[in-house]
């Protein structure tokens, strides 16, 4: 970990002076400033906000990094971080990124500067490397949760997204559906990469054709504006496709209010699935087939495995829990097609 020793002795001048420059304290010339300031930057530096109070090794806080905390999913990972980081005697920091990598670098940035002990992050996509690699730099250890980032070592909770599109898909072809759209999101993002490849291959081993005009991009988050399913709808019904396969919950949300704008009926007209469950709405309203994942379950050993890595009780390999999600068939996925 870079410190103002560090960037004084590369700078050529005293830790005095560096600290002064941090803490814009001190009569200082302009060019030393800068001089140290061109230092600071390069060396990637980030004050170490308690190091300055505390001189001790921790501070009993972790953080955990989601990409929408209005997702019932991440409510729920979020309640089992807590529920773990409050038995092991830690203090939990949420942070929300609305799937922005800008906020996640910057959260990222403060963490390090409050030395948390450890963090539990499900990353924004795979530009994300490059934030953890900073956790990597300043030795904070931290565990991946529900998303993957490659050639990036570290503990790992991670939902089984090829078998839980495989479910949801088999269980329309049997129902008797053959022409079926997908709606998912960035594949920059590995969860919606996995359930658009196991789209593909399950379709492929059923021997049904793939129309690419039935696959459609949008985004995560629940507040973007979205039409997508516009040129899927604005055909002849023989056209159309008779389900469709959403890739996260939110995003079957919209589908479903775009198809009643149209005066499309779920699921007499069409038959609408999706990846995650509306854990809070489920109950009262048993209306999606889902495949549903332990959302709980990725919060408490997510937060389990980094404890024990900050701890160093683990083993010294990493670990990969993979959660197997659950199909549950409710009325949104209608009835066989005769």
Known sequence: MTTIYDIAKKANVSTMTVSRVINNKGNISEKTREKVEAVIKELNYIPNSAAQSLNIKRTKLLSLIITDITNPFFTQVARGAADKANQMGYQLILCNTDEDYEKESEYIDALISKRVDGVIIAPTGDQSTKNLKKLIKNRIPFTLIDRQIQDVSCDRVLGDNYEGTKKLLQHLIDFGHERIAMV??????????ERYQAYIETLKINDLNIDHSFVIETHYKQEKQWNGIDGLMNVPPYERPTAIFAANNFIAIKIIKSLREKQIKVPEDIAVVCFDDLE???????FLTVSSQPAYDFGYLGTQLVIERVDEVGPADYRTINLKPELVVRKSSGAPIK
């Open 184 to 193: 998912h999101g960035p594949l920059t993002i590995s969860t919606s990469k």
């Open 280 to 286: 809070l709405f489920s109950d009262f309203d048993p």
